[in-house]
């Protein structure tokens, strides 16, 4: 807790121990060398966190091939399980996998609280007809998804990609990453803001931008419909939070953004 408002990041990447160096480095170098916080072990996701007065943490992992998407779900149920209420976990999927309602059905087993795609990673674009069974799924089971969208370097994630999922799955609840477009903000911005089943978060626009970029961008979108989230383990926490509490918000709208609307797309309350 920071100020006296509660605090959720709401876009945090973990990994087991013995691979946390080696996955972390590789998301470095996916994004062309893009410096990196640690190492994305839940130690230090925890312990930073506190020092930066996160309250609670939404944790993921990218199933990069179907066959990853088992032992990535059951590794983040049991960092859940074991965390005191403090992480909040999402299902990996794939749109590859051969059982995609037997993965969905595990997810919701697990107590995991919604989904995350990559598209970029997993070089499969959002609109791709394999994914639709997943949002059908998705929308039915009322799992919202997290989704990396954006990316001037591909097609797979960009505004036009995710413009037809959101007017067919008007029931599913989507949060697109980084202000819905990374390195495209502007056009996410004009093409997504829109839509009242797209949720966007603040994680991975300020290291690449500027604060003044951000102060005009944020009104942009609906606040009610704005997290904030740090990409974890690429940013820094308190520095985002410093800049988010700089813009001067008022108290319902910063009290939204930091945890409300998080909540409320996660779980429909204010837990």
Known sequence: MKNNFKIIDSHCHIYPERIAHKA???ISEFYDGMPILNDGSIGR???HGKVAGVDRFVVTSVAATPERVTAINRFIADAVSSSDGLLIGLGALHPDGTDIEGDIKLIKSLHLSGVKLHADIQKIAIDDPRCFKIYEILAHEGLPVLMH???SR???SNPDNLLPVLKAFKNLTVIGAHYGGWSVWEEAAAKLSKFENLYVDTSSTLGFTSFEFVKNLLPKFDPSRILFGTDYP???AGAELDALFSLNLPDNVLRGILHDNCAR??????R
């Not at 797309?265 to 204010?270: E, S």
Request: charged letters at 25%; a negative charge.
């Open 24 to 26: 972390a480095k590789s």
């Open 149 to 151: 969208t954006g990316d």
């Open 45 to 47: 996701l925890l312990s």
């Open 234 to 236: 690429t940013w820094d």
């Open 265 to 270: 797309a996660y779980f429909r309350d204010n």
């Open 154 to 156: 591909y097609n797979f």
